[in-house]
């Protein structure tokens, strides 16, 4: 049956009956990345084949180049004059000067990487496909993941003129059986509209607790709401018997942000008197809640936020369409040359208008309509269903061998096998946390890890997070060797250990295979629990001047020992901070608990995957492209540096750049960049830097060594995995016992929040790469023996070159959520007065920064707030002559009108009625304000404006038409 579907069209939108999402990948530019190591896809430009000379190649291209996309089948509407066909010869030319560059590239020098063999056109193009193939493939398994789905139990339902061409080889990667592609499948979207029913739909608030108390008003506004949608179907001409309505309520576990629309449908009302009369929605809430989450709270309420009900209107218009059996052979229209992973194949060709529905079409074949081209692979055929669509049988297809020699395609394909490993391990463990930090604001990291201990591959969460997690690996692999068992966990958060600060808890599996000793690999998440002990709620503590101060510490602790969760014992050690004077251990236990095992359910994901990864190509094959991988990285990075090292003038010998910055306390960040063109390498030297500070703004080794890679990733300029090889051209040079290298019992808190924003300002200004951020996570925390939160709040981010800074953003090193204003006023003693940008905050310049942002809270009861803040003294610079950004403020503003300066850093007890005022900083500005003129200096990873394609490009055509009719209303 085709309950369960994933649609796949031209725009490649994936979605289950719950979710959508979008992977657009008809028309991809498809490019090399630097050094011509890995084959890569990018946004919609010209295409070659599309008559536009010059442009670059698109994955429209490769489908041609193959044979199976056929110009003689295809509308004559390109060109300057729009009667020209599909222009194959274009094309062929394209992929044939990559093909002399790929070949050009192998012969370069050796020391740049490992060699692979010269590929012919048809590989190059293929390649490009099975690249384009896996980048979709990538979001389909992230998101149905995120919703409790397996991929291989569904049917890919594909429509749009592109979907065809590559459903059969996605559905086998998915590892689905069966593709649906509908008759109509070229125009399915415009041919739904015209039969799509009339829905109207009414809602309002609820905030009622579901239980027999609350039945009576919820039967009440259900009946009201569903006479509402009645009554608004029938002005529109719809008789009471089309009329059929719905009835769901948002519903959510109490002190939860999750919530879910749930219907009843399906579920009819309980005799026990223990549902609505409308239907057993608690039924239908956990059944979802377990399938999206993989647990349920048994002894928690459920709330209703809302009641919504759906009226439908049917149509009554009939979309089955009847096809006469034919006992003839389906007739060929012709046959051609298709290129397939066994070279070329004779495949036949077939009008979808002459097969009926007792026509199978075995592959490879092509199916084309008026509006869609259909591939049918080898090893796969196609029925016509007695409604005249196309039903495709996906074989598994021959077993391609892959070797562990270097293979372009390969590389690119294994880059987003490993980071989709990453971002379902992500999915995983939002999935199954219960706290707002993980589950809400998304504050937590998973990535992949080799045998040497050093990143692979991340999703992109939290950089901060990321650089420092090798570091806590490489850790555990020399302190515990030979202890390291299969079935054990480790968990750790000392900053000496690879941590970034105390209440980021980073779970570690090793993953170990049949024969052999050592673990093969790694896998690891990091996620900031909300509350760890110590002196302050939310264990953020502003004024911590030691580790211990800051809450519970692990050094290498196994949390799962033989497979057993050591529950007894990491209840004491969460709990052990209160052994300290003026110190609580967890004030939240249940909730580090369920996220810890949260934590290890998401590595055990990644373990899966990585092991299916490694029983489909080997381990031999899987840990060689691990290396090329971070090859691939250190090749990219040692190309910035050449050409930095060349745009200001310096092509031999060393180059030497300099740069500096301050906390607001005036300690001195220093950094010296000694880069050597001719080798790719550079010396991060920090020697100058200030001592170890009396305080928490000490940043631990990792922390530094996560602001470096986090830099260098984004000064490539190009999409390449962050990982171990962006570090291997550089060396760092920490001086020991300075502020960003302190003893290891020295407080670390502010550190990673606060000390590397800095370094990242630092390294930019060195580079010149854009004016400074609001540097600073701006974080807040309040509580008392009842409640606790916190939140990091965003500000301007620095202008560069040839961009404006953004207003009301996180920059840098951190990257989460914000808690809605309802659930904020809902569940805290809050009242959220103001939350708007700060005009004029950003620093003026040719380019201007982005403004910081005003965030009032009103509190409503006895709390003790605590502020741990940066950029309060020394403003946020700007680059090139643009004024530097508008420095911070905390005030706090008594219930009698009095206004205080809190300073950057302070803890403090508010009363009901006094109001927090924060202003978050402004970015940087970029050259002279009012100057639009001269030669701009272009940053690494920046295309200079004599390289950017220039404007020209007519628009026309039924969009652009039909855009301007919106337009003109």
Request: charged residues 20%.
């Amino acid at each position: 049956p085709l309950k369960s579907v994933f649609n796949l069209s031209s725009h490649f939108k994936s979605v289950p009956s719950s979710f959508r999402g979008s992977i657009h990948a008809s028309h991809d530019l498809v490019h090399l990345s630097r050094g011509g190591k890995r084959l890569q896809e990018g946004p919609k430009l010209w295409l070659l084949s599309h008559h536009c000379a010059g442009g670059p190649l698109t994955v429209t291209d490769a489908n041609l180049c193959l044979g199976r996309l056929l110009p003689d089948y295809f509308p004559k509407i390109f060109g300057a004059t729009e009667d020209q066909p599909l222009w194959r010869e274009g094309a062929l030319r394209g992929f044939q000067k990559m093909v002399d560059f790929l070949s050009s590239q192998s012969q370069r020098d050796q020391d740049k990487g490992p060699s692979q063999s010269q590929m012919t056109l048809e590989e190059v193009a293929l390649g490009f496909i099975r690249v384009a193939n896996e980048s979709m493939c990538r979001p389909i398994r992230a998101l149905t993941q995120a919703k409790g789905h397996d991929t291989s139990r569904h049917v890919l339902a594909c429509f749009g003129g592109a979907g065809g061409q590559h459903a059969c080889a996605i559905a086998r990667s998915l590892g689905m059986k069966t593709v649906f592609i509908h008759r109509f499948g070229g125009v399915l979207s415009a041919y739904g509209l015209a039969l799509a029913d009339v829905v109207h739909e009414s809602q309002e608030p609820c905030s009622a607790m579901y239980g027999a108390a609350s039945f009576p008003l919820l039967d009440q506004r259900i009946a009201a709401l569903e006479e509402q949608c009645v009554d608004a179907l029938l002005t529109q001409g719809f008789h009471r018997s089309q009329i059929e309505t719905e009835a769901f309520l948002h519903m959510r576990y109490e002190r939860t942000d999750c919530a879910l629309m749930c219907s009843a449908s399906g579920r009819p009302a309980r005799q026990d008197a223990d549902s609505s009369r409308h239907g057993d929605f608690r039924a239908t809430f956990t059944s979802r809640y377990m399938k999206e989450f993989g647990f349920v709270i048994p002894d928690r309420p459920i709330m209703v936020d809302d009641i919504r009900v759906r009226g439908c209107g049917r149509s009554g218009i009939s979309s089955q369409h009847s096809t006469r059996p034919n006992v003839c052979s389906p007739n060929v229209e012709t046959q051609v040359k298709c290129y397939f992973d066994d070279g070329y194949l004779d495949t036949a060709v077939y009008l979808l208008e002459e097969l009926s529905c007792d026509h199978t079409i075995a592959g490879p074949a092509i199916i084309i309509d008026k509006n869609s081209t259909i591939l049918i692979e080898p090893d796969c055929s196609a029925a016509i269903t007695e409604h005249g669509n196309v039903r495709i049988t996906v074989g598994k297809g021959k077993v391609r061998a892959i070797g562990s020699e270097l293979n372009t395609v390969q590389l690119s394909i294994f880059s987003h096998r490993f980071m989709s490993i990453a971002e379902q391990m992500g999915r995983i463990l939002q999935r199954a946390a219960i706290s707002t930090n993980i589950k809400e604001r998304l504050d937590f990291s998973c990535a992949l890890f080799g045998q040497d201990g050093g990143l692979v591959s991340n999703a992109p969460h939290i950089p901060v997070h990321l650089g420092a997690m090798q570091e806590t690996v490489q850790f555990q692999m020399r302190h515990l060797g030979t202890e390291l068992k299969e079935n054990d966990v480790i968990l750790s958060n000392h900053p000496s250990a690879g941590g970034s600060h105390l209440p980021d808890l980073t779970v570690i599996t090793p993953v170990f295979r049949k024969g052999v000793a050592r673990p093969v690999f790694f896998v690891a998440s990091r996620g900031h629990h909300a509350d760890i002990g110590g002196t302050t709620p939310g264990s953020m503590p502003p004024h911590s001047k030691s580790l211990q101060e800051e809450g519970a510490v692990f050094i290498s602790f196994k949390l799962v020992k033989d497979g057993v969760f050591q529950e007894e014992a990491v209840t004491q050690a969460l709990m052990a901070p209160a052994q300290v004077p003026g110190s609580s251990g967890t004030r939240n236990l249940h909730d580090n608990l369920s996220d810890l095992r949260a934590q290890v359910a998401a590595n055990q994901k990644g373990i899966q995957l990585v092991n299916e990864l490694i029983d489909e190509y080997g381990l031999e094959v899987v840990q060689a492209y691990m290396a090329h991988i971070q090859v691939n990285a250190e090749i990219s990075v040692k190309e910035m540096l050449r050409e930095f090292a060349q745009r200001r003038g310096q092509s031999v010998g060393q180059l030497e750049v300099c740069a500096e910055d301050f906390m607001d306390d005036g300690t001195p960040i220093r950094l010296r960049v000694n880069i050597d063109p001719a080798q790719g390498s550079a010396v991060f030297d920090f020697t100058d830097t200030g001592p170890e500070v009396y305080g928490n703004c000490n940043a631990p080794r990792a922390i530094t060594l996560s602001a470096l890679i986090y830099c260098l990733r984004c000064m490539v300029g190009q999409e390449i995995p962050l990982n171990q090889g962006c570090l291997a051209p550089v060396r760092v040079v920490l001086p020991k016992g300075s502020i960003l290298d302190p003893a290891s019992e020295a407080a670390v808190v502010g550190g990673n929040v606060l000390t590397s924003q800095r370094i990242v300002d630092v390294i930019f200004k060195a580079f010149r790469v854009c004016a400074a951020s609001q540097g600073c996570m701006n974080n807040v925390t309040f509580g008392n023996e009842c409640v606790g939160y916190y939140e990091t709040v965003a500000g301007g981010s620095g202008a560069g070159p040839h961009w404006e800074g953004r207003g009301g953003v996180h920059t840098h090193m951190t990257n989460t959520r914000i808690t809605d204003p309802e659930i904020l006023e809902k569940r805290y003693p809050v009242v959220l007065k103001r939350f708007e940008l700060k005009p004029g905050s950003g620093g003026k310049g040719r380019q201007r920064g982005g403004d910081g942002v005003i965030r009032e809270l009103l509190f409503r009861e006895r709390v003790v707030l605590s502020v741990l803040s940066e950029r309060r003294a020394f403003r946020p610079y700007g680059l090139n002559g643009g004024e530097a950004g508008a420095a911070g403020l905390n005030l706090l503003i008594r219930q009698d009108g009095r206004s205080i300066n809190l300073g950057a850093k302070t803890s403090v007890a508010v009363s009901p009625g006094d109001t927090f005022q924060l202003q978050t900083p402004g970015g940087g500005g970029w050259g002279p304000p009012g100057d639009g003129m001269g030669q701009r200096e272009v940053p690494p990873g920046c295309v200079p404006e004599s390289r950017r394609p220039q404007a020209g490009f007519v628009e026309r055509g039924s969009v652009f038409e039909y855009r301007q009719l919106q337009e003109s209303v």
